[in-house]
């Protein structure tokens, strides 16, 4: 079984990840976690639950990549940020790190946050110019600053402070991406003109169903039963210069608790700046929920609190997506989006890696 394991390791590609319809094989043989009441009293914490990896549905490698760190002993930190940086340095995914789509003006600024269960402690960095892996800045505001977050120019001094190169992080298939928002601009940007919380068509909005929201979110428990979590993007595409997204947010784009578990988001993060939806999972979870139906739960908060009319459609409901990942302490797995019906996310344990079914609030 283990030989089999590291074969994949090795050269992961999507056609070695075994796919699996649902939680079988994580949560069928896990059970379900005990329900507590009081949101004070954490659930003991198992001895050893087995290693587990979760990422968005686009950080497949990332999972083994991740898992085979951990095999090998090292912390769930170590091992989440080394496999996001698969994501992070591919030039073809426009929607983290290099090649990851510009803001408005054609500079990417990228975001991203980790969590480390152990120590309770957080870093991030926001709109950071010019530094391909900023999962690892994140990392190092968490181990060698006493700050959390580091923004902008201070963000990236701090990277060149600890030898990471300046580099263009624009390539030219993301540059064209970008001239040819440029040149349709009219319709799709995200400056709104004086309107009516009420109305629907405001004229200069971009399309919210069409708009290209990436990210990856990695959250593992290690060999020692330690949580950690990451979550990196460029942000929204063609966003407002200077623009934060939910990502490098701890609470929103991410949060993460030893005792309980971790949650990580991908999607339109305004909406998940507005309700902490990764904090609020994780209290769930701290509650009892399984990890998909807190997932579920902040999806339905979401859409809840949505109330403005350009971001609902003629039925009352949200016209954007989001989409939450979630594990808890037991070892359990799940996640949610607000629209779906076939979407997926990876996950790997020490058998491989495999995709599981995102629960979803409405389906089309
Ligand atoms: N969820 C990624 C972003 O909105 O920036």
Known sequence: ??????????????????????????????????RVVGAVTAPQKPKSVGPIVISSRNGSDSVLKAMEIIQSGADALDAVVAGVNLVEEDPNDTSVGYGG???????????????????????????????????????????????????????????????????????????????????????????????????????????????????????????????????????????IPGRVGDSPIIGAGLYCDNEVGAAGSTGRGEANLENLASFLIVERMREGDTPEAACLYACQRIADHTRVGHLLDDNGRPNFNVQFYALNAQGEVGGAEIWGGKGKFAAANAD?????????????
Request: glycine share 8%; proline share 5%.
């Open 101 to 239: 789509l510009p803001n408005a003006d054609g500079i990417v600024q990228l975001d991203a946050a980790v969590m480390h269960g152990p120590t309770g402690r957080a870093g991030s960095v926001a709109c950071i110019e010019g530094i391909k892996y900023p999962s690892k800045i994140a990392q190092l505001v968490l181990e060698r600053t006493d700050h959390v977050n580091l923004v902008g120019k201070g963000a990236q001094e701090f990277a060149v402070m600890h030898g990471y190169p300046v580099e263009n992080l624009l390539t030219e298939k993301a540059r064209k991406l970008w001239v040819r928002w440029r040149e349709t601009l009219s319709s799709k940007d995200e400056y709104l003109p004086p309107h009516d919380p009420s109305e629907k068509d405001i004229g200069s909005l971009y399309d919210p169903v069409k708009r290209h929201w990436g990210t990856i979110h990695c959250s593992a428990i290690d060999l020692a039963g330690n949580i950690s979590s990451v979550t990196t993007t460029s942000g929204l595409a063609f966003k």
């Open 1 to 34: 079984m283990k030989k089999e394991f590291k074969t994949r390791m090795t050269s992961p590609s999507r056609r070695d990840f075994i796919r699996k319809s649902s939680l079988v094989g994580v949560a069928a043989t896990l059970g379900t976690a005990p």
């Open 352 to 364: 491989g890696g495999f995709l599981v079914d995102l629960a979803a609030l409405y389906t089309r």
